[in-house]
């Protein structure tokens, strides 16, 4: 695949360190992951400051589509975990917010994806994962462990049904964060390959690798937009689970 | 046979995994296509959970895909 110079479909997912920087022992150099994650934030700092500036009553163009990201999830909060769910809301917005234009800033040709990095979606999957639950044991205080016994099991079935239902809570941060870190590296592997089908097929044939790479790129945009929003929706779904139990 | 090969067999055979996915996410459009049929007003409705579906559906693909890569380049 990397013929004459050229980088294989997977050196996209390289972190190289861009200022190196050690404190005791330990590497704390400022990558290439960083700078997109800085951008990241800039971008949408500069986004949401910049279209409240005018704060009119009838908003233009830019304030619109600032209050449309926020209407948009609160709107979701208020549908999934109810007028409870306002005080998470910050946290909420803050983590679809990072996480879309993460994902979208990904698309751009020669940029790098930071959630594509299971290190990086597993700490946002496992501090919400810690969270709710510590949630859940300050709201409903030891009550927190009925929530593994659904109501209306007999009792000759609760050893396995607790067993499974433990193994699936288990599972959640595990599954929320592969999802989206796999969509993201699988998305863009697929798309280095395809591209390196273009070169490849030559001046005759080289043009349908490109329509297919063309389509893909939209699917792309799509998919990225989806996993923040899925990912978003179900950190509502686990805190509705904690604050009211099932 | 060794390990490189046996390696390279599993990294193959993991890709059966996304046969179920492929399943799943049709049969969850399978179910809007029909909801939209007989209730053309629930669509905004419908619209909202199909997305949320089939992105669970093609994460656990996905899971295939990772163990895959995970035993061509982690084993």
């Keep these: 695949m990397s013929a004459g110079g050229g980088h294989g479909p997977l050196h996209q997912f390289v972190i190289s360190p861009m200022a190196e920087m050690h404190i005791g022992g330990m590497d704390v150099s400022f990558t290439n992951s960083s700078l997109f994650m800085v951008l990241a934030i800039s971008l949408v700092t500069f986004f949401l400051v910049g279209g409240m500036r005018k704060q009119a009553l009838v908003p233009g163009r830019w304030q619109s589509m600032a209050e449309l990201t926020y209407e948009f999830i609160a709107n979701m909060i208020k549908d999934n975990v109810g007028t409870e769910g306002r005080s998470y809301f910050p946290f909420i917005f803050s983590l679809f917010m990072f996480i879309l234009v993460c994902n979208l800033l990904g698309m751009v040709p020669y940029s790098f994806t930071v959630t594509s990095h299971i290190v990086v979606t597993f700490a946002f999957a496992f501090l919400v994962f810690l969270g709710v639950t510590v949630i859940g044991f300050v709201k409903h205080g030891l009550g927190f462990f009925k929530f593994f016994l659904p109501d209306g099991t007999p009792w000759w079935m609760a050893p396995l049904m607790i067993f499974i239902e433990v193994v699936a809570y288990l599972a959640r941060p595990i599954s929320l964060s592969v999802r989206l870190a796999a969509n993201m590296m699988a998305g863009h592997t697929m798309l280095k390959v395809i591209a390196g089908f273009v070169i490849g097929m030559g001046w005759a044939l080289g043009w349908l690798p490109f329509a297919l790479l063309t389509i893909l790129v939209g699917f792309e945009i799509f998919v990225a937009i989806l996993q923040a929003y899925i990912f978003a929706i179900l950190v509502c779904v686990y805190l509705n689970d904690a604050i009211h139990m099932h | ?75």
Excluded: C, Q
């Design chain 2, 1 to 75: 046979m060794e390990m490189e090969v046996l390696k390279y067999l599993g990294a193959g055979l993991t890709t059966f995994g996304m046969l179920g996915a492929a399943i799943g996410v049709g049969l969850v459009f399978a179910a809007m296509l029909n909801g939209i049929a007989r209730n053309p007003s629930a669509e905004p409705k419908l619209a909202k959970y199909v997305y949320i579906g089939a992105g669970l559906a093609e994460a656990m693909g996905l899971f295939a895909l990772v163990i895959g890569l995970i035993l061509i380049f982690a084993v």
